[in-house]
């Protein structure tokens, strides 16, 4: 559970064709993570070289110690909104100390074994802010689209769009036709041939048409200046209890929305390998590339479905097409990254344009809204809080929304049934245990429970036990489907016996499972009825019933 994948690699062999094929499949994914490195770098609000330094870093981390052959780690487009939200409130060494907090969440996660939970996150809640975030992305880049001369944007959706119509009139045509230039290079040459990737195709012309011509659009260089050549050297965060009061909110929606992103994309590269990921192993190592990324001065990082599916149909099938990957992009920023400050800031806005389209999964959306209510209103409540909102906030409010309509779900699962002796000549052979095959005797009622008995469910119990004119004197609560029973359920039941003791009604429990045994107990409830009156057959509790009821009553 906690080997990286690496490590069982190479204790099962490695051959000299596969090293070829995963040499080959990391140099291609290496070019194509150089633009959107630099992409989601300055589209989350920091300098080009972050998101550089965080591919190599997290790449490398992530590919040597994960849990996945053939995933590919660094910074992504879910992460852009998040961190740009960090940034604009807390400034870089905000951003810093939250991704370094939320390298050590993740770390916890892995260890103790919680890689499987986030599986349990709702498909609503998932589609929900990545549409969303999707929908911001490209908003953001509107300006660059369309080279608006603005000091700045604001951070809210609308008053965003409000500022680019204000400011429509300061349209750089030149910026239009190189942003669209790129959008139609990046989606149809791979049409024509997979080997080269066009977002790098598009970067490239774009770059050499803008230098040549000398054409007025904004560049990297013109933006933030010169682009460092040399690596960066480590720097340890300074951390204090007051600090990680402040940021432990934004931390923990980094740690969540890496693990989810994460895992989504190990899930989908072992369907396109046929492999199994190790989640926990791939959680530890996710944790451990945001941390030292924050160390190095980078941004949070994650799998990258779209890199780690490049990976795949180039023929990379171990963790060292990872490692390559990294390695080239090092490569690059040392020798040839002077030449990326020349990138027009038009062709960036290109390329997440198109990246926007790519995560925005569209057809999720509409299926989702075609299938259940309840669905279909986490779906809408996330997508608009997290663009007229927070992320932060979308996350929160989709997950506690997707919680209670479970629980409304799982109430309504719930059952109390009363069975009256007016059944007693039915049989039913395809169920033994049927009450039917009995012989129940007059004086006795039976009450069946269907489903969880937890908090939400419990006023039905409650209100299917308050008996009718009837005065029974003996109470039997079959529970053989009852999987599971919380301290709401548990302080019911105890009331309801207490009452029906109180009355004189004996109450038998039948067909109890072992883990509810246990928790009536802890809570002392099995004393009150009496272990003799908890059975697991319904045929005991119908005899035991017998027994007392035979028993002649002691006169006060």
Same mark, same amino acid.
């Given at each position: 559970?906690?080997?990286?994948?690496?490590?069982?690699?190479?204790?099962?062999?490695?051959?000299?064709?596969?090293?070829?094929?995963?040499?080959?499949?990391?140099?291609?994914?290496?070019?194509?993570?150089?633009?959107?490195?630099?992409?989601?770098?300055?589209?989350?609000?920091?300098?080009?070289?972050?998101?550089?330094?965080?591919?190599?870093?997290?790449? #490398?981390?992530?590919?040597?110690?994960?849990?996945?052959?053939?995933?590919?780690?660094?910074?992504?487009?879910?992460?852009?909104?998040?961190?740009?939200?960090?940034?604009? &409130?807390?400034?870089?060494?905000?951003?810093?100390?939250?991704?370094?907090?939320?390298? #050590?969440?993740? !770390? !916890?996660?892995?260890?103790?074994?919680?890689?499987?939970?986030?599986?349990?996150?709702?498909?609503?809640?998932?589609?929900? =802010?990545?549409?969303?975030?999707?929908?911001? +992305?490209?908003?953001?880049?509107?300006?660059?689209?369309?080279? %608006?001369?603005?000091?700045?944007?604001?951070?809210? =959706?609308?008053? &965003?769009?409000?500022?680019?119509?204000?400011?429509?009139?300061?349209?750089?045509?030149?910026?239009?036709?190189?942003?669209?230039?790129?959008?139609?290079?990046?989606?149809?040459?791979?049409?024509?041939?997979?080997?080269?990737?066009?977002?790098?195709?598009? %970067?490239?012309?774009?770059?050499?048409?803008?230098?040549? =011509?000398?054409?007025?659009?904004?560049?990297?260089?013109?933006?933030?200046?010169?682009?460092?050549?040399? @690596?960066?050297?480590?720097?340890?965060?300074?951390?204090? #209890?007051?600090?990680?009061?402040?940021?432990?909110?934004?931390?923990?929606?980094?740690? %969540?929305?890496?693990?989810?992103?994460?895992?989504?994309?190990?899930?989908?590269?072992?369907?396109?390998?046929?492999?199994?990921?190790?989640?926990?192993?791939?959680?530890?190592?996710?944790?451990?590339?945001?941390?030292?990324?924050?160390?190095?001065?980078?941004?949070?990082?994650?799998?990258?479905?779209?890199?780690?599916?490049?990976?795949?149909?180039?023929?990379?099938?171990?963790?060292?097409?990872?490692?390559?990957?990294?390695?080239?992009?090092?490569?690059?920023?040392?020798?040839?990254?002077?030449?990326?400050?020349?990138?027009?800031?038009?062709?960036?806005?290109?390329? %997440?344009?198109?990246?926007?389209?790519?995560?925005?999964?569209?057809?999720?959306? +509409?299926?989702?809204?075609?299938?259940?209510?309840?669905?279909?209103?986490?779906?809408?409540?996330? #997508?608009?809080?997290?663009?007229?909102?927070?992320?932060?906030?979308?996350?929160?409010?989709?997950?506690?929304?997707? /919680?209670?309509? @479970?629980?409304?779900?799982?109430?309504?699962?719930?059952?109390?049934?009363?069975?009256?002796?007016?059944?007693?000549?039915?049989?039913?052979?395809?169920?033994?245990?049927?009450?039917?095959?009995?012989?129940?005797?007059?004086?006795?009622?039976?009450?069946?429970?269907?489903?969880?008995?937890?908090?939400?469910?419990?006023? &039905?119990?409650?209100?299917?036990?308050?008996?009718?004119?009837?005065?029974?004197?003996?109470?039997?609560?079959?529970?053989?489907?009852?999987?599971? +029973?919380?301290?709401?359920?548990?302080?019911?039941?105890?009331?309801?016996?207490?009452?029906?003791?109180?009355?004189?009604?004996?109450?038998? !429990?039948?067909?109890?499972?072992?883990?509810?045994?246990?928790?009536?107990?802890?809570?002392?409830?099995?004393?009150?009825?009496?272990?003799?009156?908890?059975?697991?057959?319904?045929?005991? /509790?119908?005899?035991?019933?017998?027994? !007392?009821?035979?028993?002649?009553?002691?006169?006060?």
């Amino acid at each position: 559970m906690f080997v990286p994948k690496l490590f069982t690699v190479f204790k099962e062999g490695y051959s000299k064709e596969q090293f070829i094929k995963d040499l080959t499949a990391g140099l291609i994914v290496g070019v194509v993570a150089l633009p959107l490195a630099i992409a989601f770098a300055i589209a989350s609000g920091v300098s080009p070289e972050k998101g550089l330094v965080t591919a190599i870093i997290a790449g #490398f981390i992530i590919s040597a110690f994960g849990g996945s052959r053939v995933q590919i780690g660094g910074p992504t487009g879910a992460f852009i909104i998040i961190v740009f939200a960090i940034v604009q &409130k807390y400034g870089i060494s905000g951003l810093t100390i939250s991704t370094f907090m939320a390298g #050590f969440i993740i !770390i !916890i996660l892995g260890i103790t074994k919680l890689g499987s939970i986030i599986k349990f996150i709702p498909q609503s809640v998932i589609v929900g =802010f990545t549409s969303g975030i999707a929908l911001i +992305i490209f908003s953001i880049q509107i300006k660059d689209f369309l080279g %608006l001369e603005m000091d700045s944007v604001p951070s809210e =959706f609308i008053n &965003k769009w409000g500022a680019y119509f204000k400011n429509i009139h300061s349209v750089n045509i030149y910026a239009v036709v190189i942003t669209l230039a790129t959008v139609f290079i990046s989606v149809y040459l791979p049409r024509l041939t997979k080997k080269i990737p066009g977002s790098l195709v598009a %970067l490239i012309l774009s770059t050499l048409v803008v230098s040549i =011509f000398n054409l007025p659009v904004e560049t990297i260089y013109s933006k933030f200046g010169e682009i460092p050549s040399s @690596f960066p050297k480590p720097e340890f965060p300074a951390i204090d #209890f007051a600090i990680i009061k402040e940021l432990i909110e934004p931390a923990f929606v980094i740690a %969540l929305l890496g693990s989810i992103e994460s895992l989504l994309s190990a899930v989908v590269a072992d369907g396109m390998i046929g492999g199994r990921h190790r989640s926990n192993m791939e959680l530890i190592a996710q944790g451990a590339a945001n941390v030292f990324s924050s160390i190095f001065g980078g941004i949070p990082a994650t799998g990258a479905i779209a890199r780690t599916a490049t990976n795949i149909k180039n023929g990379g099938r171990t963790p060292i097409s990872g490692i390559v990957h990294a390695i080239t992009l090092l490569a690059i920023m040392l020798f040839v990254g002077k030449w990326a400050k020349l990138i027009p800031m038009a062709s960036l806005a290109g390329i %997440l344009m198109v990246v926007a389209y790519n995560m925005s999964e569209y057809k999720a959306f +509409i299926s989702l809204t075609r299938g259940p209510k309840s669905d279909a209103i986490i779906l809408i409540i996330t #997508f608009s809080l997290t663009v007229l909102v927070d992320l932060v906030v979308a996350l929160e409010i989709g997950m506690v929304l997707a /919680a209670f309509l @479970f629980m409304k779900k799982m109430a309504s699962i719930s059952q109390i049934n009363e069975i009256t002796n007016q059944i007693n000549d039915v049989k039913d052979i395809e169920d033994p245990e049927a009450t039917g095959n009995y012989v129940v005797p007059e004086d006795v009622e039976i009450y069946e429970v269907n489903g969880p008995l937890f908090f939400g469910a419990t006023y &039905k119990f409650r209100d299917a036990l308050k008996l009718s004119d009837r005065k029974p004197k003996i109470l039997i609560i079959r529970m053989r489907y009852v999987p599971t +029973i919380d301290a709401t359920g548990l302080h019911h039941l105890k009331e309801i016996v207490k009452d029906f003791k109180h009355k004189g009604i004996k109450v038998i !429990i039948s067909g109890i499972q072992p883990e509810v045994y246990k928790e009536l107990e802890k809570s002392r409830i099995a004393f009150l009825i009496g272990k003799k009156n908890i059975t697991n057959h319904i045929k005991l /509790a119908i005899d035991r019933a017998n027994f !007392i009821s035979e028993q002649p009553k002691v006169k006060s």
